[in-house]
């Protein structure tokens, strides 16, 4: 139950809606089997609940609703349907633990979409409400195009849904057009007008997305909707793990003690694959540049101290940091590091001096982690056999690096 006045950053739930939000995404066709792996894999996550397409949309979500209702998971299971009663009839039927009921409450909806007033929304609102609420069920009402709604709309109808034993109400930034500070502005207000919990619906059209879910939960919602690698209708939604980034560094504890994060990486690999598309560089916890350290400033300090450039631990993901030294922006620490991961000690001054050549290479092309290490290892043996140092300066690296493995050829 909500908590009114208290925020909710470190007692939140979520609902994962992959499979009924994400199967709108442009790609998206997840079969029977696809939606069992998914399903099982957020299971495996940790969400609290997921969400499945309407029974009602067609024979097959029906079935497949049906059958990850079977599969005994830990995660309720929830199915989203229109604020219909046909719609309901269907939905308590499958087996879900919960149905959401949803309806475009924006003068833009009542206009274009469903063509009703308020007057009916609320009074079908109710009969859906109460019939669900027969059948044992959890139930959560939602208006839709919740901040281009009329508050002298919106505010009477969820003290209605409240009054009659609603679980949650929804507030749905349908079009993602609202900012952080009108979601905390709306959802404080909305804390102290009703006492059932709140679920919140971003999109992420105008790249808000996590931060409302985040001000959402400090303004004292209770549960937060996101889909795996954001995936949903235009821009989607709160990415799993983009909240979950968010929400560790506001309270790690929790975030790891609730979740299974090390998963994280398979489970956006399994959706990736599903709707055919590649995980972002700057995909937030798995791109492969999440955790990688370039310039020399940061190097040094990473390699002293990583929490001086991250406020994420990667382990906690089962990631790992990478330090790029194969660059003109690399420092003297970074090349002494990889020496010393290879095995090839030398003084710091020698360090120094195999970094300088490094950079100078790196200015005039892109160089390769193997073409570095190979120059390190050149630069070592050269040390190593009493040669001059400046043996190796004014030489391409190619050259270098061809001479290196020669030599090593040779024996």
């Given at each position: 139950?909500?908590?009114?006045?208290?925020?909710?950053?470190?007692?939140?739930?979520?609902?994962d809606?992959?499979?009924?939000?994400?199967?709108?995404?442009?790609?998206?066709?997840f079969?029977t089997?696809?939606?069992?792996?998914?399903?099982?894999?957020?299971?495996?996550?940790?969400?609290?609940?997921?969400?499945?397409?309407s029974p009602?949309a067609?024979?097959?979500?029906?079935?497949?609703?049906?059958?990850?209702c079977?599969?005994?998971?830990?995660?309720k299971?929830?199915t989203h349907?229109?604020?219909?009663?046909?719609d309901?009839?269907?939905?308590?039927?499958?087996?879900?633990?919960?149905v959401n009921?949803?309806?475009?409450?924006?003068?833009?909806?009542?206009?274009?979409?469903?063509?009703?007033?308020i007057?009916?929304?609320t009074?079908?609102?109710?009969?859906?409400?109460?019939?669900?609420?027969?059948?044992h069920?959890?139930i959560?009402?939602?208006?839709?195009?919740?901040?281009?709604?009329?508050i002298?709309?919106?505010?009477p109808?969820?003290?209605?849904?409240?009054?009659?034993g609603?679980?949650?109400i929804?507030v749905a930034?349908?079009?993602?057009?609202?900012?952080?500070?009108?979601v905390?502005?709306?959802?404080?207000?909305?804390?102290h007008?009703?006492?059932?919990?709140?679920e919140?619906?971003?999109?992420?059209?105008?790249?808000?997305?996590?931060a409302?879910?985040f001000?959402?939960?400090?303004?004292?919602?209770?549960?937060i909707?996101?889909?795996v690698?954001?995936?949903?209708e235009?821009?989607?939604i709160?990415?799993?793990g983009?909240?979950?980034?968010?929400?560790?560094v506001?309270d790690?504890?929790?975030?790891?003690?609730?979740?299974n994060?090390?998963?994280?990486?398979d489970?956006?690999e399994l959706?990736?694959?599903a709707v055919?598309i590649?995980?972002?560089?700057?995909n937030?916890i798995?791109g492969?540049?999440a955790?990688?350290?370039k310039?020399?400033?940061h190097t040094?300090?990473?390699?002293?101290n990583?929490?001086?450039?991250?406020?994420?631990?990667?382990?906690?993901?089962?990631m790992?940091?990478?330090?790029?030294?194969?660059?003109?922006?690399?420092?003297?620490?970074?090349i002494?590091?990889?020496?010393?991961?290879?095995?090839?000690?030398m003084?710091?001054?020698r360090?120094k001096e195999?970094t300088?050549s490094?950079k100078?290479?790196?200015?005039?092309?892109?160089?390769?982690?193997?073409?570095?290490?190979?120059?390190?290892?050149?630069?070592?043996?050269?040390q190593?056999?009493?040669a001059?140092?400046?043996?190796?300066?004014g030489?391409?690296?190619d050259?270098?690096?061809v001479?290196s493995l020669?030599?090593?050829v040779?024996g």
């Amino acid at each position: 139950m909500a908590h009114p006045g208290l925020g909710n950053v470190s007692r939140f739930k979520i609902i994962d809606s992959t499979l009924r939000e994400g199967e709108q995404f442009e790609n998206a066709f997840f079969d029977t089997d696809q939606k069992i792996k998914i399903a099982k894999a957020l299971d495996d996550f940790g969400v609290d609940y997921i969400e499945l397409t309407s029974p009602a949309a067609s024979s097959k979500s029906r079935a497949d609703c049906e059958a990850i209702c079977k599969l005994g998971l830990n995660a309720k299971i929830l199915t989203h349907i229109r604020c219909h009663m046909d719609d309901a009839r269907i939905a308590v039927e499958t087996g879900v633990d919960g149905v959401n009921v949803v309806i475009g409450t924006s003068s833009h909806l009542m206009s274009h979409s469903h063509g009703k007033d308020i007057s009916y929304i609320t009074k079908i609102a109710l009969e859906v409400i109460e019939f669900v609420k027969s059948k044992h069920l959890e139930i959560r009402f939602s208006s839709e195009d919740s901040f281009r709604s009329d508050i002298n709309d919106l505010f009477p109808l969820y003290q209605a849904v409240d009054r009659i034993g609603v679980n949650r109400i929804g507030v749905a930034d349908t079009v993602g057009c609202a900012n952080p500070r009108q979601v905390y502005e709306l959802v404080r207000v909305l804390r102290h007008v009703v006492s059932c919990d709140i679920e919140t619906h971003f999109h992420n059209d105008s790249g808000c997305a996590i931060a409302n879910a985040f001000c959402a939960l400090e303004a004292g919602a209770t549960h937060i909707d996101t889909t795996v690698l954001g995936i949903g209708e235009r821009n989607g939604i709160t990415p799993l793990g983009g909240l979950m980034a968010r929400m560790i560094v506001s309270d790690r504890g929790y975030v790891s003690n609730k979740y299974n994060l090390k998963t994280l990486k398979d489970i956006e690999e399994l959706v990736a694959n599903a709707v055919q598309i590649k995980i972002p560089f700057n995909n937030y916890i798995t791109g492969f540049c999440a955790f990688s350290h370039k310039a020399g400033i940061h190097t040094k300090a990473v390699l002293n101290n990583p929490s001086t450039y991250e406020s994420i631990n990667p382990a906690d993901f089962g990631m790992k940091r990478h330090i790029a030294y194969a660059s003109r922006l690399t420092g003297w620490n970074a090349i002494k590091s990889r020496a010393e991961t290879l095995k090839l000690f030398m003084t710091d001054e020698r360090y120094k001096e195999c970094t300088a050549s490094i950079k100078a290479f790196a200015d005039v092309r892109r160089v390769s982690v193997e073409e570095i290490d190979s120059f390190i290892h050149a630069f070592y043996d050269a040390q190593k056999l009493g040669a001059p140092q400046d043996t190796l300066v004014g030489k391409s690296l190619d050259t270098v690096v061809v001479t290196s493995l020669d030599t090593v050829v040779k024996g």
